[in-house]
T-cell receptor
């Protein structure tokens, strides 16, 4: 089955700095890679996702890059703000049996991001 | 965006009792719902996948007779923890997807905190 490794486990940055979180995956069939932000006591919220036919995707201060050859993808947050502090999870999924949508997600271990004012 | 609700948000029960958690997709029809368990400071672990009108598919190591899942309609799935014990105390999170081509996103509920005394 799929195995997703995420690093670092904790990341501390100063407000305004950039933060980078990296993930690797094992299943070459995986082609959907979402990133989630989870605040304490709440469910995960999708912040950005990327599919295997795209190498990079950006949404304001957040960007994700994907290297399918190396089986790794990264989350980049620029101009970090204290409200970015949370736990971030990467995930990977392969198409379901019918090939029409994606099946179950395999999550990374999570990164606790702390942005100091 | 699509909204998924869970009820209750938290529950405390005595050992040996059963607890039912509801997961509802509020503004879309969810052909597939997923149930996750998250222990403190850990990642989300998939417990089972439920498809409307059919039996749930459980992940390895998850007891299907202990964690009963019912997905009776396109907007409601329930997880019943039977004969709960303290080791079942955890944060239970559901997610829902429409399962249609081109719509890969899973929408997560806010989670249910279960404490078994």
């Amino acid at each position: 089955g799929e195995n997703v490794e995420q690093h670092p486990s904790t990341l501390s940055v100063q407000e305004g700095d950039s933060a980078v979180i990296k993930c690797t995956y094992s299943d070459s069939a995986s082609n959907y890679f979402p990133w989630y932000k989870q605040e304490l006591g709440k469910g995960p919220q999708l912040i950005i996702d990327i599919r295997s036919n795209v190498g990079e995707k950006k949404d304001q201060r957040i960007a994700v890059t994907l290297n399918k050859t190396a089986k790794h993808f990264s989350l980049h947050i620029t101009e970090t703000q204290p409200e970015d502090s949370a736990v971030y999870f990467c995930a990977a999924a392969a198409p379901n049996a019918g090939g029409t949508s994606y099946g179950k997600l395999t999550f990374g271990q999570g990164t606790i991001l702390t942005v100091h004012p | 965006g699509a909204v998924v609700s869970q009820h209750p948000s938290w529950v405390i029960c005595k050992s040996g009792t059963s607890v039912k958690i509801e997961c509802r997709s509020l503004d879309f029809q969810a052909t597939t719902m997923f149930w996750y368990r998250q222990f403190p400071k850990q990642s989300l672990m998939l417990m089972a996948t439920s498809n409307e009108g059919s039996k749930a598919t459980y992940e390895q190591g998850v007891e299907k007779d202990k964690f009963l899942i019912n997905h009776a309609s396109l907007t409601l799935s329930t997880l019943t923890v039977t004969s709960a014990h303290p080791e079942d105390s955890s944060f239970y999170i559901c997610s829902a997807g429409s399962g249609t081509s081109g719509s890969d996103e899973q929408f997560f509920g806010p989670g249910t905190r279960l404490t078994v005394l």
